[in-house]
């Protein structure tokens, strides 16, 4: 009864004899997520005593709660705080994660273990509310990881075996961005060493890092420059000094200041230029089209192996799914039939009855 | 042992419950560092624009339909709203074809762009519906379109293995031609409407509003606003959908005073008062569709599009 006409798989371009308006529309997506406020995970993963919390605090430019932990562990933890920042009219629900205690064991075998499993039980709780019925996907807090800082220790040597062995557990879950932590205890020349054995080592594992995209023209150039740069070398500090006439962040020496925001000094400027003020965005969506995608399919795919049917075949979500409809649509046909039925026997058998009372009269 | 996120407003947004429109929540400042000097700056706020950037790059599908009897202006002010020939006129095609027997639904889509921004465009038109002598049950292959593309976008979010970008083919808006009769709704109309409201954004429009005057317009506006109310139609902007009290208070505004929008439109440009205006020319005058005392297309244009 119904003609479907559908024009336009190669769409064609027309022009616009005037102005319509709807250039509006990157805007009024914005303004909704503004007014919905932004979520950025990041999480923290080095030894104890690199510096990861003094490090959060001068790229937010603020004093998070929390003491130093203790070098005692009895194993790997992780912490985690969320903070409500506020800057011009953008709402961020900042959460930090930060590994406790990693580095510190004898054995290190299972060091990684607690943060697979962290990053994992994010993606399944967002997992779990996506394949709910009734769902509150636009009012979900999302606690997935963004971005993943992983602090190497300033031997100015090469990676520990526990750092390629985590960051290879890593990276294919989360975007790892490997940072050197506390570079102001290795010169120059040593800096630019270890970063280049620091790049072959992931190389030549096979380690994937986070690139900085390079597919926006607007964004590229300054991207590619960065991607060359890392690992960064940072510094972290919060106190204040006063360097000719201006207040900064850094630390004093007996030998010299060394200035947190001098990017002659260390990379932090760039780190928090990459971070947060050019890539912040691609971070979330890489973390929701790349690395929660893999996760779900894994999951799903590893769900539909576990599970078969008494014939023993293997199932899949979509064809279960196709299944039941299948199964609904069947039962509704079957039941419209059983009516058709219902009302034709009735039909005969007025019919009958109407002839009976003819034969009478 | 994992320490878990601090925040508790994860209960909340767990609610299955359509939450009443709430306060802009005011958002508690964490002490930004002692000074407050440029250096105080992280760039948070930059994550607007880098948003706004990837938006653009990916583009936008918006999907229109146009329900209403043959006749009654709609593919014109569809071409009017987008400033474009988006929508085959009937008047071209009335003439060697017959209206069909059934309902047809006819979907062409169209790339436009503006300011750097692409959009596609898909007008789905329903030609015959309404125009045929017995018309029960023509709204139903329009219900069927509609749920069809729900399933098909479901079925695409189910797969294992998904989609970067699941293409949208869901009916976005559904705009409903009022005859401008002056009097009331006709049955077609709040059956249609009843039926549809429950599966798609409704937003009723009055057709050819220069058939009215002022008055006239107002007291039809006001009685298709209670018939409607009456039919517990609810029309977009459904009141459910209100995120906090701003919205609502604008919102009511809309639902209670201004529509349906009653629209005129054109693709005929007319010289008045030294502009080019798109207007209808009669021999007592132009009607100028984007002037907001001859019509209230200028209203439609900026609530469904800007």
């Not at chain 1, 709807?22 to 104890?48: A, M, R, W, Y």
């Not at chain 1, 050197?180 to 594992?205: H, M, Q, R």
């Not at chain 2, 146009?66 to 014109?76: E, P």
């Not at chain 2, 898909?122 to 509609?146: A, L, R, S």
Request: glycine letters at 6%; hydrophobic letters at 35%.
């Amino acid at each position: 009864k119904c003609f479907i006409v559908f024009q336009g798989e190669g769409c064609r371009t027309v022009p616009l004899s005037g102005h319509v308006g709807f250039d509006s529309l990157p805007d009024q997506l914005v303004n909704k997520s503004v007014n919905h406020g932004f979520c950025f995970n990041i999480l923290c993963v080095g030894e104890t005593g690199l510096g990861k919390s003094t490090l959060m605090d001068t790229l937010f430019n603020t004093k998070f709660e929390g003491d130093p932990a203790s070098h005692s562990q009895p194993g790997v933890q992780l912490k985690s705080s969320t903070y409500d920042l506020q800057e011009s009219n953008v709402n961020l629900k900042l959460t930090i994660v930060s590994t406790v205690g990693f580095g510190d064991q004898i054995n290190k075998e299972d060091s990684y273990k607690p943060i697979v499993e962290f990053i994992d039980a994010q993606f399944e709780a967002y997992l779990q509310e996506e394949l709910k019925i009734k769902r509150v996907l636009h009012n979900y807090h999302d606690t997935r990881i963004h971005a993943c800082l992983y602090f190497i220790a300033p031997t100015g040597h090469s990676l520990k075996s526990l750092d390629l062995v985590t960051m290879k557990k890593l990276d294919s879950k989360v975007n790892i961005i490997p940072i050197i932590a506390k570079s102001d205890a290795i010169s120059k020349s040593e800096l630019t060493k270890f970063k280049i054995k620091i790049t072959s080592e992931l190389v030549s594992n096979g380690v994937q890092i986070y690139q900085f995209p390079t597919d926006d023209e607007s964004v590229a150039e300054i991207n590619g420059t960065m991607n060359a740069h890392l690992p960064f070398a940072v510094i972290g500090s919060t106190e204040e000094l006063k360097i000719g006439n201006k207040m900064m962040k850094a630390r004093q020496y007996p030998w010299g200041t060394v200035q947190v925001e001098n990017e002659a000094h260390c990379d932090f400027v760039k780190l928090r230029e990459m971070l947060i003020r050019v890539n912040m965005e691609d971070l979330r969506e890489q973390t929701h089209t790349r690395h929660y995608e893999l996760y779900r399919r894994c999951k799903l795919e590893e769900m539909g192996f576990k599970d078969t049917d008494p014939d023993s075949k293997p199932f899949s979500l979509q064809e279960t799914y196709e299944a039941k409809r299948n199964e609904f649509l069947g039962e509704l046909q079957k039941k419209e039939e059983a009516m058709r039925q219902m009302f034709v026997q009735r039909v005969k058998e007025k019919e009958a009855e109407l002839k009976e009372a003819e034969k009478e009269v | 042992p994992h320490a878990g996120p601090v925040d508790s407003k994860n209960e909340a947004a767990m609610s299955e419950l359509v939450p009443e429109p709430r306060q802009k929540p005011v958002v508690p400042m964490k002490p930004m560092g002692i000074n407050t000097s440029l250096l105080g700056y992280i760039g948070i706020d930059t994550i607007i624009e880098q948003m706004r950037k990837k938006t653009m790059k990916t583009g936008f599908d918006f999907n229109i339909m146009v329900v209403g009897q043959s006749g009654l202006g709609k593919s014109t002010l569809v071409n009017t709203l987008f400033k474009s020939q988006v929508s085959r006129k009937s008047s071209g095609w009335n003439r060697e074809e017959k209206i069909p027997k059934t309902v047809e639904i006819k979907a062409i889509g169209h790339v436009i762009e503006e300011g750097g921004v692409k959009m596609k465009l898909t007008v789905i038109d329903t030609p015959g519906f309404g125009d045929q002598i017995n018309n029960e049950n023509c709204w139903e292959p329009i219900e069927k379109y509609i749920n069809e593309q729900y399933e098909k976008f479901l079925k695409e979010e189910v797969n294992i293995a998904r989609k970067k970008r699941i293409p949208d083919t869901r009916v976005h808006c559904c705009l409903y031609f009022i005859s401008p009769t002056g009097h009331s709704l006709r049955p077609l109309d709040l059956e249609f409407m009843k039926h549809l409201s429950k599966v798609v954004n409704i937003i009723p429009v009055i057709a050819k509003a220069d058939t009215m005057t002022l008055e006239e317009k107002t007291e039809f506006k006001q009685r298709v606003r209670k018939e409607l109310e009456v039919n517990g139609i609810e029309f977009y902007p459904q009141k459910e959908f209100d995120e906090d009290l701003e919205d609502k208070t604008e919102n009511d505004k809309i639902r209670q005073e201004s529509m349906p929008f009653a629209v005129v439109g054109s693709d005929k440009e007319y010289q008045v008062n030294g502009k080019r205006v798109l207007g209808r020319k009669t021999p007592w005058g132009i009607i100028e569709v984007e002037n907001l005392n001859h019509c209230e297309f200028a209203l439609l244009r900026d609530f469904v599009i800007r």
